[in-house]
């Protein structure tokens, strides 16, 4: 099969480098440009460290301090990311935002410090939990110059599947023509309608993604 991958750097290489490991060609075209933003750690005390994003991980910065408290993480992809930019103590929620920040509060978290980017998924915290959030990265969309022919366009966030959509009318490629996967059932709500084929993960993780495309890496 052929992919295009629209997943930033560096997960994209990743991705397309897993894909072609399995024999499958690859276009890879990121739809997002990630880069650091200067910030100041607020003051604490803060239980527990909040990532939602790999990035988040990457770019931060975070001194021993903050890398000395428990690490909470959606996926493990972002669990991974953590552990390799120095956190220990990394515990992770299978599933959305809202299932991390409901694990923080049924762990006694009160005080949980979040390192994100400047674009949020919406939360209702439940009582007794406190968030103070600290943007440490940004994610610039950038333009689709082209669609090859593929046979799937796999997409990773709300934000770039829409902007994929939008991308698509702008220069004329029509949906009806492209078969595309979404990491999440929110995520391929965001892509919008008229796709030839839609299809959205069982999981939010890229081996459910893969798999909703009928492909296995493993």
């Known amino acids: 099969m052929k992919f295009l991958v629209t997943r930033p750097s560096p997960g994209?290489?990743?991705?397309?480098?897993?894909?072609?490991?399995?024999?499958?060609?690859?276009?890879?075209t990121p739809l997002l440009a990630i880069e650091a933003v200067p910030w100041t750690p607020p003051d604490g005390p803060h239980?527990?460290?909040?990532?939602?994003?790999?990035?988040?991980?990457?770019?931060?910065?975070?001194?021993?301090?903050?890398?000395?408290?428990?690490?909470?993480?959606v996926g493990s992809a972002t669990a991974a990311a953590a552990q390799a930019s120095g956190w220990h103590d990394v515990r992770t929620a299978e599933g959305d935002v809202q299932a991390l920040v409901d694990q923080l509060a049924a762990t006694g978290m009160g005080q949980v410090?979040?390192?994100?980017?400047?674009?949020?998924?919406?939360?209702?915290?439940?009582?007794?939990?406190?968030?103070?959030?600290?943007?440490?990265?940004?994610a610039v969309l950038q333009p689709l110059p082209a669609v090859p022919a593929v046979d799937w366009v796999l997409l990773y966030s709300s934000r770039t599947a829409g902007h994929f959509?939008?991308?698509?009318?702008?220069?004329?490629?029509?949906?009806?023509?492209?078969?595309?996967?979404?990491?999440?059932?929110?995520?391929l709500t965001a892509a919008g309608p008229g796709w030839r084929i839609a299809v959205a993960a069982a999981a939010p993780n890229e081996e459910a993604l893969l798999a909703a495309t009928g492909v296995s890496c493993q």
């Open 12 to 28: 994209g290489e990743a991705t397309a480098a897993r894909l072609r490991h399995a024999g499958h060609d690859v276009v890879l």
């Open 165 to 187: 959509g939008a991308e698509c009318d702008r220069i004329g490629k029509a949906r009806d023509g492209l078969s595309i996967a979404a990491i999440s059932p929110e995520v």
């Open 47 to 73: 239980d527990a460290v909040m990532l939602t994003s790999a990035a988040a991980a990457r770019l931060s910065g975070a001194d021993a301090k903050l890398q000395g408290l428990p690490c909470f993480t």
């Open 113 to 138: 410090l979040h390192l994100a980017g400047e674009d949020r998924t919406p939360v209702t915290l439940p009582p007794g939990l406190h968030v103070t959030t600290a943007i440490v990265y940004r």
